[in-house]
């Protein structure tokens, strides 16, 4: 027992930067991966190839190579340095921004032809009809596979620690390593599943707060 | 009588099919007119080239005096700018088969949104006119409820009221019972009825013979993309010139 109140106060501390880089990545990469959706669906070929490639190869690769690239190679070429905590959200932002590209991407061609009809005739633009009709609509769709990929999220963090960010696995595994004690590793994973129920919670109740109408009518 | 729709001369392909044949169509203000045909007779294409929905090949059509889309000789139908035509549009009120109402919104806000968004008219004027529609269609009582809370009948008195909130030069209507269980079409029609009582200018494409016969001042019959048939209920119905007509007429009333 006093060996864990020993480790808690670090192992805090790394959770502390896991859940910073967890809520900075959502702040960014939620709103981001809107104009990579519409890109990928745009009429101009040249965005919607490089929306399309971008959502592929970030995708298509392991985060933890992609931090890799972006915390050794990319400061390599253009010759500047990045320190691990920056390198990381870049890399998580971009990652998870192609994740929720496609997922909007999904929401938005399930809206039926009808609501652009109906939105059409009565005079509204696109933007009044993309924002005012489709988006509304499409967030309720895309409400569950974002909730998900946020609990994903929370468990991707401890990948930074493969580019020496000091976040709670990294700080585990330094415990580990110095007691040659596994104890850490036991609290860290407490840590994470009272994260992961938090998020759940909170997710829910946003939710129960969308579902005021149901999806489709007819 | 002055006509506030009239097109000339419409010819639409979509690819190689030939789906509107060199139609020419007007409606005059106050006038209610019902579209009937088989399927896939060009019926909603007709309609739908009326606000843009689908755009014509060549032909010209004439909104309220703006010619919003012509066709110099031999060339392609030419629509005027984006900008113009959206106000063009707007002056058209369009009721669907699937009513098409917007489930995140409840039933006021489905009427108020385009006049407020579009119109830039003051939220409480456009309340208070939504009001009055919905009264007008029976649905006040059901303003804050959202859509899917309502029976499709009620939806589609809400997609009217929705539609007439615009204030339109015309409405369109695009077989609007066609989706409702039999026993609720009544409760629309009636509202249609009433409309054209009030002399708004309506076009209703529609498979309620009845409702053509009852409610239209002028009948026109549509058979393979061509406009076949035209004239009053009356002569429409007791007196069917084409061969094409008086069969279908009569494959409806069998039906
Ligand atoms: N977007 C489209 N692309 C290709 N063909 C189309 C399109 N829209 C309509 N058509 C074709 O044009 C013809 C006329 O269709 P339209 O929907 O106008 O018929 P309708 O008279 O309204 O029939 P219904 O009573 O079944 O609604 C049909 O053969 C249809 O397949
Ligand atoms: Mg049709």
Same mark, same amino acid.
């Given at each position: 027992?006093?060996?864990?109140?020993?480790?808690l106060?670090?192992l805090?501390?790394?959770?502390?930067?896991?859940?910073?880089l967890?809520?900075?990545?959502l702040?960014l990469a939620?709103?981001?991966?809107?104009?990579f959706?519409?890109g990928?669906?745009?009429?101009?070929?040249p965005?919607?190839w490089i929306?399309?490639?971008?959502?592929?190869?970030?995708r298509?690769?392991?985060?933890?190579?992609?931090?890799?690239?972006?915390y050794?190679?990319f400061?390599?070429?253009?010759?500047?340095d990045?320190?691990?905590f920056?390198?990381?959200?870049?890399?998580?932002?971009?990652?998870?921004?192609?994740?929720?590209?496609?997922?909007y991407?999904?929401?938005?061609?399930?809206?039926?032809?009808g609501?652009y009809?109906?939105?059409?005739?009565?005079g509204?633009?696109?933007?009044?009809?993309t924002?005012?009709?489709i988006v509304?609509?499409a967030?309720?769709?895309?409400l569950?596979?974002?909730?998900?990929?946020?609990?994903?999220?929370?468990?991707?963090?401890?990948?930074?620690?493969?580019?020496?960010?000091s976040?709670m696995?990294?700080v585990s595994?330094?415990?580990v390593?110095r007691?040659?004690?596994l104890?850490?590793?036991v609290?860290?994973?407490?840590?994470?599943l009272?994260f992961?129920?938090?998020?759940?919670l909170?997710?829910?109740?946003?939710?129960?707060?969308?579902?005021?109408?149901?999806?489709?009518?007819? | 009588?002055?006509?506030?729709?009239?097109?000339k001369?419409?010819?639409?392909?979509?690819g190689?099919?030939?789906?509107?044949?060199?139609?020419d169509?007007?409606?005059?203000?106050g006038?209610t007119?019902?579209?009937?045909?088989?399927s896939?007779?060009?019926?909603?294409?007709?309609?739908?080239c009326i606000n843009c929905?689908?755009?014509i090949?060549?032909?010209?059509?004439s909104?309220?005096?703006?010619?919003f889309?012509?066709?110099?000789?031999?060339?392609?139908?030419?629509?005027?700018?984006d900008?113009?035509?959206?106000?063009v549009?707007?002056?058209?009120?369009?009721?669907?088969?699937?009513?098409n109402?917007?489930?995140?919104?409840?039933?006021?806000?489905?009427?108020t949104y385009?006049p407020?968004?579009?119109?830039?008219?003051?939220?409480d004027?456009?309340?208070?006119?939504?009001?009055?529609?919905?009264?007008?269609?029976?649905?006040l009582d059901?303003?804050?409820q959202?859509?899917?809370?309502?029976?499709?009948?009620?939806?589609?008195r809400?997609?009217i =009221? +929705?539609?007439? %909130?615009m204030d339109?030069?015309?409405?369109l209507?695009? $077989?609007p *019972?066609?989706a409702?269980?039999?026993?609720?079409?009544g409760?629309v029609l009636s509202?249609?009825?009433?409309?054209?009582e009030?002399r708004?200018?309506?076009?209703?494409?529609?498979h309620?013979?009845?409702? =053509? +016969?009852?409610? %239209?001042?002028r009948?026109?019959?549509m058979?393979q993309? $061509?406009? *076949?048939?035209?004239?009053?209920?009356e002569q429409?119905?007791t007196?069917?010139?084409?061969?094409?007509?008086?069969d279908?007429?009569?494959?409806m009333?069998?039906?």
């Amino acid at each position: 027992m006093s060996y864990i109140a020993e480790i808690l106060p670090p192992l805090l501390q790394g959770a502390v930067v896991s859940v910073e880089l967890f809520i900075i990545t959502l702040v960014l990469a939620l709103p981001l991966g809107l104009p990579f959706a519409f890109g990928e669906m745009s009429r101009f070929r040249p965005v919607r190839w490089i929306c399309k490639i971008f959502v592929f190869v970030f995708r298509g690769t392991p985060l933890m190579l992609q931090l890799f690239f972006f915390y050794f190679f990319f400061p390599l070429v253009l010759n500047i340095d990045i320190p691990a905590f920056p390198a990381a959200i870049l890399t998580f932002v971009l990652n998870y921004a192609a994740y929720f590209a496609e997922i909007y991407r999904g929401g938005i061609l399930s809206i039926d032809q009808g609501q652009y009809e109906a939105a059409h005739s009565l005079g509204l633009s696109r933007a009044q009809t993309t924002f005012g009709i489709i988006v509304p609509q499409a967030m309720r769709v895309v409400l569950p596979p974002v909730s998900n990929e946020a609990i994903t999220l929370v468990k991707d963090t401890a990948l930074a620690s493969v580019i020496s960010m000091s976040e709670m696995m990294r700080v585990s595994e330094g415990i580990v390593n110095r007691d040659y004690n596994l104890t850490a590793y036991v609290v860290a994973a407490a840590i994470y599943l009272l994260f992961t129920f938090l998020l759940t919670l909170v997710l829910n109740h946003i939710e129960a707060r969308f579902s005021t109408y149901t999806r489709r009518e007819n | 009588m002055s006509a506030i729709l009239e097109m000339k001369n419409i010819n639409k392909y979509f690819g190689d099919f030939h789906a509107l044949k060199d139609i020419d169509f007007s409606v005059e203000e106050g006038e209610t007119v019902a579209i009937i045909g088989p399927s896939g007779s060009g019926k909603s294409t007709l309609l739908r080239c009326i606000n843009c929905l689908t755009r014509i090949s060549s032909g010209s059509i004439s909104l309220n005096g703006t010619t919003f889309v012509d066709t110099p000789s031999g060339g392609e139908a030419k629509y005027i700018p984006d900008k113009a035509l959206k106000q063009v549009i707007s002056e058209t009120g369009m009721v669907f088969q699937h009513f098409n109402l917007f489930p995140h919104m409840t039933v006021l806000d489905n009427v108020t949104y385009a006049p407020i968004k579009v119109k830039k008219v003051p939220k409480d004027k456009a309340v208070a006119r939504a009001e009055e529609l919905l009264n007008l269609v029976g649905m006040l009582d059901h303003k804050d409820q959202y859509p899917q809370m309502i029976s499709g009948g009620q939806k589609q008195r809400v997609a009217i =009221a +929705r539609g007439l %909130a615009m204030d339109p030069t015309i409405m369109l209507f695009d $077989e609007p *019972t066609s989706a409702l269980d039999p026993e609720i079409t009544g409760e629309v029609l009636s509202v249609m009825k009433n409309l054209a009582e009030q002399r708004v200018t309506m076009i209703v494409v529609t498979h309620e013979m009845g409702f =053509a +016969r009852e409610v %239209a001042d002028r009948v026109v019959f549509m058979n393979q993309g $061509e406009l *076949t048939e035209s004239g009053t209920s009356e002569q429409i119905f007791t007196n069917p010139q084409s061969k094409r007509l008086q069969d279908f007429l009569s494959s409806m009333i069998r039906a």
